[in-house]
Each structure stands twice: as C-alpha cells, then as structure tokens.
C-alpha cells in the first residue's frame, strides 16, 4: 500500500461540476461565454494519461519492493509546467477558437489559493517515472477530445481516446 497524489489532472470526459475545463467545454460547446473565478492562480495542470502511468509504475514498484510500503508519492509536471488559469483557457482557444470567456468578480467565492505545486522528486528518484508530455500537448489533447465530443465531426470519442493512448504509448516508447 502506497499513497499517490497527483497535480490538477485534465483530459476529456471530465464533467465534474465546478471544474475549470469542464465549466468551459460546458459553456462554449453552447455558444456562451464563460466565467473565470481566478485567472491569475497557477495550477500543475497535467493529463490524466501522466497520472495514471504514474499510478502504474507505483504498483510495479510496490510490487517489486516493498521497502516502498506505506510511502506517499507525488505525480505531476515539471515546475516549469505549472501555468496559470488564463493561461490555460488561450491556449485552449488556439483548438476551438470560437471561444470567450470574462473574469467572475464575486466577493462571496470559496478562497482558493493562488500557487499549487507538486513536487514529484521522489517519484523521480524512487519510481524512475517523470511526466512526458509538455503544457501545450496537455491542453491541445484535452481540447481535442471535447471538440470531437461536441462537433462529432472526425471520430467518436471511443476511437479519439484510444487514439490519444496510442499516440502517449508512442512518447514513451521513444524516450
């Protein structure tokens, strides 16, 4: 048994309620701008394909030594990944341009804290496992995913998500 924590997981068919990515797929997928609670707080946004590799390779290792019992694990990007909310929604906008979005100015909001980070040197260290994929990639993916969803044009989502883990299972196998 181990403990895993991973950073602020995206990648489509996400539809929780009060979610970033979620809220705007909801939002522009019928024609509606959508409110942003805090565009300048940074998160480790990272794909949910990195988590779960990430969650893999824990189990391999547990299973191998078990001198990692009982640890806690973090998986996330590199710091240099983490980026800002608004940051993340004009990229977004770089796949599904007829997009918009403003600033939600409400006094009576849950507090949030501005800066997340994740550190994931012991799992580095420890597990050999390090995150793959860069922002841009992320959010291009995530974004994707949704359109097809929505416009239905290309492909099914079925056949765009195993498409998606064959194109990550190829990063892998590269590097």
Known sequence: IAVARAGNVIGGGDWSENRLIPDC???WSVNKKVMIRNPKSTRPWQHVLEAIRGYLTLA???????????EPFNFGPKHSQNKKVITLVKEMKKHWNSISWEEKKSKNDIYESKLLKLDSTKARKKL???PIMNFEETIKMTTIWYKNFFEKKQINVFDLSKK????????????
């Open 25 to 27: 797929i909801k939002s």
């Open 60 to 70: 391999i290792c547990l299973y191998k030594d078990h001198k990692l019992h009982g």
């Open 128 to 130: 050999k496992w390090k």
């Open 164 to 175: 998606q883990i064959e194109h990550y299972n190829k990063k892998i196998r590269i590097r």
